[in-house]
């Protein structure tokens, strides 16, 4: 059976609560789905012995710079089994910035995490360990927001003394 | 061959203390080589025979700052690079020189963004700046000739009356 399908109807069969859609694009899979129900979803994916979604490649976010769920938090899955990558899409609000982290199905997401909370400001809830990734702990703002400037804000990143 | 030639009998010449102190500094330029990026590799370079750096007897890169006197920034120095750049510069004894190596260290280069500092001589007293991205080793060569150039003006009581600096001491606890 094509992966295509094998996906879905697994999907289907073993998690009946949980509404996503499917988007294909030039064969690329997306699945757009609910933020709440990420970690379940997950979950199935990398534990289930067909599909074996064993390796998170990468979680990042997208900022639309809109009013209504300006933010997408997306990830890319690869299964090394049937050499098949998946991107999974939750939207988030941005006043109920969070989403609940991942990274206790796939620890690899723990780094990514963090560095999509250093550069977009979206809270991992139940992450081991929030903290910024490349901008200084004290840094107050999100460098890949869209309402960040390009030269940064002048004072924000504090210079030695001459 | 060379001065000894000419010492046949016991013989003396006549200087000064500034002549001899410079001549000494210039001609001995100990560089720490602070290699943030890929201008670390064309530094690397010019330690090789081809470029040999040790034909102006600065051949000695110490990686301690405590035995420096001569500090080649060489690479992109972020923000939150500045402050380790800053503390390693700040352990070295005087009398101490900078140059700042390549289109990044000098102003910032491409990277016009906020994250890179816009030239290290926003907290650092910069000597010579060296153009080209990355630049070629014959050109830090050039840099360190003008360096020993500027050295060899110096007095020594240039550097009498200046205070010790505060090495600043990492405390674990």
């Not at chain 1, 006043?95 to 609940?100: A, K, L, M, V, W």
Request: proline share 6%; glycine share 4%; charged share 25%.
């Amino acid at each position: 059976m094509e992966i295509k399908e094998l996906l879905t109807s697994k999907l289907k069969e073993n998690l009946p609560g949980i509404q996503f859609t499917t988007v294909e694009y030039r064969g690329e899979i997306s699945l757009i789905l609910n933020k709440k129900d990420i970690v379940k979803f997950c979950r199935f994916l990398k534990e289930d012995s067909d599909l074996a979604f064993n390796f998170c490649e990468d979680v990042t976010a997208i900022d639309w710079a809109r009013r209504n769920q300006r933010y997408t938090v997306v990830y890319h899955i690869f299964s090394m089994k049937n050499k098949f990558r998946l991107r999974l899409k939750c939207d988030v609000e941005e006043d109920d910035c969070n989403i609940d982290s991942i990274s206790s199905v796939w620890k690899t997401a723990d780094w990514e995490e963090r560095e999509t909370y250093d550069m977009y400001g979206i809270h991992f809830n139940n992450h081991p360990d929030l903290r910024r990734m490349f901008m200084p702990e004290e840094f107050e703002f999100y460098p890949l927001r869209k309402d960040f400037p390009l030269m940064g804000i002048p004072g924000s990143l504090p210079l030695p003394k001459k | 061959m060379g001065l000894e030639a000419k010492l046949n009998q016991d013989s003396f010449i006549t200087t000064t203390i500034d002549a001899i102190a410079a001549w000494a500094r210039k001609n001995s330029v100990w560089p720490m080589p602070m290699g943030i990026s890929c201008c670390a590799i064309e530094m690397m370079a010019v330690g090789d025979p081809k470029y040999d750096i040790a034909r102006f007897g600065s051949e000695v890169m110490r990686f301690t700052p405590r035995q420096c006197d001569l500090m080649i920034v060489a690479g992109t120095v972020t923000y939150k690079m500045a402050h380790v750049v800053k503390k390693i510069y700040d352990q070295m004894p005087e009398p101490k020189w900078v140059i700042a190596m390549g289109a990044c260290t000098s102003s910032g280069g491409m990277y016009r963004s906020y994250n890179v500092v816009q030239g290290i001589d926003q907290f650092l007293p910069v000597d010579v700046y060296l153009a080209g991205c990355p630049p070629r080793p014959d050109n830090l060569l050039n840099a360190l000739i003008m360096i020993q150039d500027k050295i060899g003006k110096t007095k020594v009581r240039e550097f009498q009356d200046q205070p010790l600096t505060e090495y600043p001491v990492h405390n674990k606890n």
